[in-house]
């Protein structure tokens, strides 16, 4: 059974960056046919995709997030991680990491989440 | 981005009731659709996969239908543990886009 956990902080200063790790187990990062990806949730709203990553480094983003986004892959550790740059208020949410075939955007599994406040 | 639209945003419903949750997609989807239901402070489970297809898992009175524009989500006789919130989500477009979700109460 695939497990997700999302580590990092959980106060980010405006302006600063947002970085998260999401470590894999239960399976290698590297099975080819499924993307990795980021998913958030501001308190009391909806579900706003991110982006994803495919195991060679391969990635796609929400143009929404206008480029302040940047996912990587680390196989060795069998974690991807999300930087978020110049963090408003606005980004204020609960950040889930999930699995998804690279086929398609089906969420089949989904980290816990955590939350992240941006705020000085 | 496909704007994905749910109806109702909230509803009440009774142990047994059968309940009907609508999405609508801004543009045709095929049947790239897929459901999820959220318990609060959890993450959301997937439900139901390419419009119709039950995850494994999820129990049979959870159904899904529809192709193009038009989507339904069924439960067929409401249990107590069916509470929640559910979204839709199109998979059509990699600018993956969600409904606003369908808060759902027992009474």
């Given at each position: 059974?695939?497990?997700?956990?999302?580590?990092?902080?959980?106060?980010?200063?405006?302006?600063?960056?947002?970085?998260?790790?999401?470590?894999?187990?239960?399976?290698?990062?590297?099975?080819t046919s499924y993307y990795w990806g980021w998913i958030r949730q501001p308190p009391g709203?909806?579900?706003?995709?991110?982006?994803?990553?495919?195991?060679?480094?391969?990635?796609?983003?929400?143009?929404?997030?206008?480029?302040?986004?940047?996912?990587?892959?680390?196989?060795?550790?069998?974690?991807?991680?999300?930087?978020?740059?110049?963090?408003?208020?606005?980004?204020?949410?609960?950040?889930?990491?999930?699995?998804?075939?690279?086929?398609?955007?089906?969420?089949?599994?989904?980290?816990?989440?955590?939350?992240?406040?941006?705020?000085? | 981005?496909?704007?994905?639209?749910?109806?109702?945003?909230?509803?009440?419903?009774?142990?047994?009731?059968?309940?009907?949750?609508?999405?609508?997609?801004?543009?045709?989807?095929?049947?790239?659709?897929?459901?999820?239901?959220?318990?609060?402070?959890?993450?959301?489970?997937?439900?139901?996969?390419?419009?119709?297809?039950?995850?494994?898992?999820?129990?049979?009175?959870?159904?899904?239908?529809?192709?193009?524009?038009?989507?339904?989500?069924?439960?067929?006789?409401?249990?107590?543990?069916?509470?929640?919130?559910?979204?839709?989500?199109?998979?059509?477009?990699?600018?993956?886009?969600?409904?606003?979700?369908?808060?759902?109460?027992?009474?």
């Amino acid at each position: 059974q695939v497990q997700l956990q999302e580590s990092g902080p959980g106060l980010v200063k405006p302006s600063e960056t947002l970085s998260l790790n999401c470590t894999v187990s239960g399976g290698s990062i590297s099975r080819t046919s499924y993307y990795w990806g980021w998913i958030r949730q501001p308190p009391g709203k909806g579900l706003e995709w991110i982006g994803s990553i495919y195991y060679t480094g391969s990635t796609y983003d929400n143009p929404s997030l206008k480029s302040r986004v940047t996912i990587s892959v680390d196989t060795s550790k069998d974690q991807f991680s999300l930087n978020l740059r110049s963090v408003t208020a606005a980004d204020t949410a609960v950040y889930y990491c999930v699995r998804h075939l690279a086929a398609g955007g089906t969420f089949e599994y989904w980290g816990q989440g955590t939350l992240v406040t941006v705020s000085s | 981005d496909i704007q994905m639209t749910q109806s109702p945003s909230s509803l009440s419903a009774s142990v047994g009731d059968r309940v009907t949750i609508t999405c609508r997609a801004s543009q045709s989807i095929s049947s790239y659709l897929n459901w999820y239901q959220q318990k609060p402070g959890k993450a959301p489970k997937l439900l139901i996969y390419a419009a119709s297809t039950l995850q494994r898992g999820v129990p049979a009175r959870f159904s899904g239908s529809g192709s193009g524009t038009d989507f339904t989500l069924t439960i067929s006789s409401l249990q107590p543990e069916d509470y929640g919130t559910y979204y839709c989500q199109q998979s059509d477009s990699i600018s993956y886009t969600f409904g606003q979700g369908t808060k759902l109460e027992i009474k």
